[in-house]
């Protein structure tokens, strides 16, 4: 078990979320930075998208109620486990009662904290992700609060081995301030003007971003643009141009569908980089190909694929893991 | 108006959306609808296929279905002579959504519209609608078309929160809150129907496609 002490502004339960319910209007869900959830997992020996806690900008602790091994990715925080500094993507590992302190976030929006063994709540549609808007998921539907207490899911025999030296190849979304998109279906609408402007500017995040997207100051010339076109399909990534002139990035829990002007879609292997951005950092738009995303979106897979390999061997059944 | 072909369009390296045309009638509506089943017999289950008003979207995981295949399948699919699904020999159930017309907006809106309450409530009641899609948050399904006399803007300020259950008007549509999220939409009355449980199966009340009719409780 683990125990909130002081919780943070914004905590929730998160894993790899339930899709296959777009139909019905509930949207994927989960980590909004799937990339730093899968490693936090992965480096603790658990399964990639185990149920761990998502931890948004702010400070808070939590103690530990067993010994535990932990990992911190994801945003870059001062923390402290018994007053002692720890660092992020790096296995650590707590006493039973020890207890976990994180301040400051020194780069980066989102953190991820994940305990070998996996945080124990009750599934809903197959997942422990923590849907607000439908009040379900994760504990009781909601963010954490001072002394709620999550159960530990079974530790795995033999314990994960890890080597500091692993991860330094691997890439770290939060210090990345550009983000690869697709032309999306709007995208022939815009003007000549708005296009330039999409693609070149450094657009600032705006503090009014949460889980359902980050919002970002545009000013983008909306011409002649159309805003009452009729309600369809988008996905996480997509890029929507409000008539005000700024533009949504959504995030796991936008809406199935909207009706905004869709000049892009973020790539799935940049939403770690979207969803790592602090309010007031900027953030830049490079187009690709189908093929450039499916080939970043493949690389990393593979890289998560040799880092597990490594730190639980007795599970791969590869001979040997080339590219460490 | 429908599209001579449906159109394919890239959404992202993991969805497609197919266009069926451009505007929010039923007749657009129910090929997009028909052609969501259509994508749902030839793809496999894992991949998501979603209707909506003048469009289908496919989501797929490329880790899972290569999106070369993916789009090969949509093709065919959508190039192919239309097959229509046998109808159902009974008429399809109407299922009914009892309301208590008593919401914030139901005095205002029958002002700007010159009705009295008693004829936006008839007029309300006297449609069979067709649930055009599901989206904007779960279980929230944009049933139309609503009676010409009744269509009016979205608020210029959305609220912020809404009980579920809450009845709605906007533009064409008409729908029911199903959870406490903004509304931008007029509140015309209530239901005791829940819309949308998790952990009830089928989750959603309503899918697209059926027929709904509301009763003045």
Redesign the interface.
Known sequence: MIEILKPPPFATIQDGGRPGWRGEGLPPGGAIDPWSLRLANTIVGNEPETPALEWLLGGGSLRFDRASAFCLAGARVEAWLDGVPVEDRQICYAPAGGVLNVGGFLSGRTLYIAIEGGLSVQRVLGSAATYLPGRFGGLHGRKLLAHDQIALGQRRWPPPKFNATWIEKLPQPRDVATARFMFGPGWEDLSAIARTRIVGHAFRVSPDSDRVGVRLIGKIPCDGINFAAPSEPVIPGTIELTSDGNLIVLLADGPTTGGYPKPGVVIAADLPVVAQRKPGATLRFVEVTPTEALTAAAQARSQLAALAALVRPERSRLPDVAGF | MIFEAPRL???????F?V?IG???SLKTNSRAVETAAALRRVLPL?I??????????V?F???TDS?VTVEALITEAIRGPRVVAPQPAKRPQIIKIPVRYDGPDIDAVALRLGLGRKDLIKLHTGTVYTVM??????????LGPLSPKLVLPRRPEPRRHVPPGTVAIAGAHTAVY????PAGWHLIGRTKLVM?D??RS???LL??GDQVVFEKE
């Open positions: 369009e890239p959404l992202g390296e993991s969805a959306l266009r451009d505007d929010v894992r998501e296929v979603v209707p909506a008003f003048a469009t289908v979207g989501i995981n490329p880790a999106r899609m599901l989206g904007f948050a779960p279980g929230f399904a944009y199903p959870l406490d999220t949308f998790p952990v089928p989750t959603t899918h697209a």
